[in-house]
């Protein structure tokens, strides 16, 4: 039996089993441990591991050398790393809002961390039309605390570009300039576009000049704008929530990147969750109450980011500049109109780009389908070409029901 110390290589179930008992001291020794493999994710394989006896169990996820969409992405294992160490210093920054940290493998690229079984993940609570009045408030607290204090607002500058150092994650970041930046804007023989929604697609998005060249704009922005330490990927599938918790994981796209990538991702996605209310909810007052919960969620969202960021601002910056007159307002519309052209991104990209997100795949009349699939790229559309004209979540809200 292999002790897991000397070479790399991707675990069945057993193996994870195995490497519970030699590497890991959690559970006692008589634990009659089990093991299911449930990662549903583009990249990882993600292992449950549960004491029969006890009840006790964790999570080791492991990080493959090619993605599990399709093995054209080569992703170095070496994200394992950084999703451990972005956890650790986010359970710092945002106590409670992220999974506890228990140990990392740099030889096995795993990292094993609490398992949140009696949570549900959000993106697949919404597709059951469930609703989290405290989301709002839970996310915008996250975001806030992980946004502001990793910025030259607040840190010491040398200490913030070691972090961007340690936080370089280059292969990660390719995938989201393709797949977020490049591919859904050009006619790129990788996206799946679906049939009903092909002629929209072509007159409006490739054959748009003026989207291409903002579009250009914006992904320079991202691979230069080193202004926080990002999650990289906050969709709704990225979140674990029940009634009164709200956990963030899978930070391994994490990167110094512009703060308003992680928020645009969190409003695209409530807005996917928006469309497949939408067009699957027949019976009207529930469509009405559920598609009126996610418009409202988006308005606090934005708004309640917007109120804790000034507070925290006011009290934590640290910078002799960022108190000259105007500057915080003029900081924070930057961010504001980065959300709104990075939802516009995240928007167009999973409508034709390759990854694909259920609220609107699981649309099964196909007239629904691309109706709610022009919708997104209208708004999102809208959002990337005037991205100068959000300030509020009312702004965004408007686009929404103008659309
Ligand atoms: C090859 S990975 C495809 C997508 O899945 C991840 O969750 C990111 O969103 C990435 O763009
Ligand atoms: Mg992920």
Not at 309 to 317: D, L, M, Q, T
Request: glycine share 6%.
């Amino acid at each position: 039996m292999t002790t897991f110390t000397e070479k790399y290589f991707t675990m069945t179930e057993a193996e994870a089993v195995d490497y519970t008992k030699t590497r890991l001291s959690i559970f006692p020794a008589d634990a009659e441990l089990t093991c299911e493999e449930i990662g549903d994710g583009n990249l990882n394989y993600v292992f449950r591991i549960r004491d029969q006896k006890g009840g006790q169990s964790i999570i080791i996820k492991q990080a493959g050398p090619v993605a599990r969409i399709s093995d054209e992405f080569k992703v170095s294992p070496d994200r394992n790393r950084i999703e451990s160490d972005i956890l650790r210093l986010q359970g710092k920054l945002a106590e409670g809002f992220v999974p506890k940290v228990y140990h990392y493998d740099p030889i096995m690229n795993c990292c094993v961390m609490e398992d949140l079984s009696d949570f549900d993940i959000l993106r697949t609570a919404f597709l059951k039309k469930r609703t989290f009045p405290k989301f709002a408030d839970h996310i915008s607290t996250f975001l806030v605390n992980t946004l502001l204090a990793t910025s030259d607002l607040v840190l010491n500058h040398k200490e913030k570009k070691e972090l961007v150092k340690s936080f370089i994650n280059p292969e990660l970041c390719e995938i989201t300039e393709d797949l977020v930046y490049t591919e859904p804007f050009y006619p790129c023989p990788r996206n799946e576009v679906f049939d009903g929604t092909r002629a929209f697609v072509e007159e409006e998005i490739w054959n748009d000049k003026a989207l291409a060249l903002e579009t250009a704009k914006l992904k320079f922005d991202f691979m230069t704008n080193a202004q926080s330490l990002l999650h990289g990927d906050l969709h709704t599938g990225s979140i674990f929530v029940t009634e009164t918790e709200t956990k963030v994981i899978d930070p391994e796209f994490a990167f110094y990147g512009p703060a308003g990538y992680d928020i645009g991702n969190v409003i695209a996605n409530l807005l996917f969750a928006y469309v497949n209310g939408r067009h699957t909810l027949i019976d009207e007052a529930e469509r009405e109450q559920f598609c009126g919960y996610i418009l409202e969620t988006i308005e606090q969202t934005i708004d309640l980011f917007k109120e804790k960021f000034i507070s925290a601002y006011k009290r934590e910056v640290t910078e002799q500049v960022a108190s000259y007159e105007g500057f915080l307002d003029y900081y924070l519309q930057r961010i504001i109109e980065d959300t709104a052209a990075v939802c516009g991104l995240e928007l167009c990209r999973r409508v034709i780009g390759l990854a694909k997100v259920k609220d609107v795949t699981e649309i099964k009349e196909p007239g629904s389908r691309a109706e709610a699939e022009i919708f997104c790229l209208k708004v999102g559309k809208t959002l990337i070409l005037n991205r100068q004209q959000y300030s509020n979540g009312q702004d965004f809200i408007k686009t929404i029901v103008e659309s």
